[in-house]
């Protein structure tokens, strides 16, 4: 089992669409939870993170955290095609973070 | 400028060759660290670095080796590069002070190996 597995995709949407993507984590010592957009070819960079259960809204996006169930999500409103990329989720640990392997995500004008 | 530079942005080399990454910040930050991108596989922890003088293994380390010669500098090198070791390769840093482990990434080194 992998440590940080991702919604597999790639995930298509419309323009103007929720687009949602799913993270779960087997480290119940996690800490803290990121979700990168990356383009291609470019670096990853941070979008949201999270420590606490719960929603955290910024802008169009939300994030979710369930310690309990050991799950984090990333919810993109009203979806632009300038959000199309992949997403990737970390979870970090003792001062680390493991990355899943990403959902790549298309918005379709 | 960026704040986190690696050098070379590419590389092509041959299969045996010792090749180094080399990456350098201006963040200030004191926690360091490499990653391998392949396609499809997210990013993978090569080596870490928490300051100057603490230097540990990631996941992948097998094949590779780093140095941390200034708190800015991080070096990542294969000593006998081959060619599954053609990779994006990612240099990021975090800050201790502010401990949110928000990660800060270089442009990345895109290494072939033949």
């Known amino acids: 089992q992998k440590e940080v597995e991702q919604n597999s995709g790639p995930l298509s949407v419309p323009e103007g669409a929720i687009a949602s993507l799913n993270c779960t984590y087997s480290?119940?010592?996690?800490?803290?939870f990121f979700w990168y957009r990356q383009y291609s070819g470019k670096s990853p960079e941070l979008i949201m993170f999270?420590?606490?259960?719960g929603d955290k809204e910024d802008g169009r996006f939300t994030a979710q955290l369930n310690k309990a169930s050991q799950y984090v999500s990333l919810l993109i409103r009203d979806s632009q095609p300038s959000d199309s990329a992949t997403y990737l989720c970390?979870?970090?640990?003792?001062?680390?973070?493991?990355f899943g392997d990403g959902t790549t995500l298309t918005v379709k004008p | 400028d960026a704040d986190v530079t690696q050098t070379p942005r590419n590389r092509i080399t041959k299969t045996g060759k010792r090749i180094m990454l080399e990456c350098s910040q201006t963040?200030?930050?004191?926690?360091m660290y490499w990653y391998r991108q392949d396609p499809g596989l997210g990013l993978r922890l090569i080596y870490y670095?928490?300051?100057?003088?603490?230097?540990n293994k990631g996941e992948i380390s097998d094949g590779y080796s780093v140095s941390r010669q200034a708190q800015a500098k991080f070096s990542l090198s294969l000593e006998s590069a081959i060619p599954n070791q053609t990779a994006l390769y990612f240099c990021?840093?975090?800050?201790?002070?502010?401990?949110?482990?928000?990660?800060?990434f270089g442009e990345g080194s895109r290494l072939t190996v033949l």
């Open positions: 990021a840093t975090s800050d201790l002070d502010r401990n949110t482990g928000e990660l800060f």
């Open positions: 480290d119940r010592g996690s800490q803290s």
């Open positions: 999270i420590y606490s259960n």
């Open positions: 970390a979870v970090e640990s003792a001062g680390k973070s493991t």
């Open positions: 963040k200030g930050h004191d926690r």
């Open positions: 670095s928490f300051d100057v003088k603490d230097i």
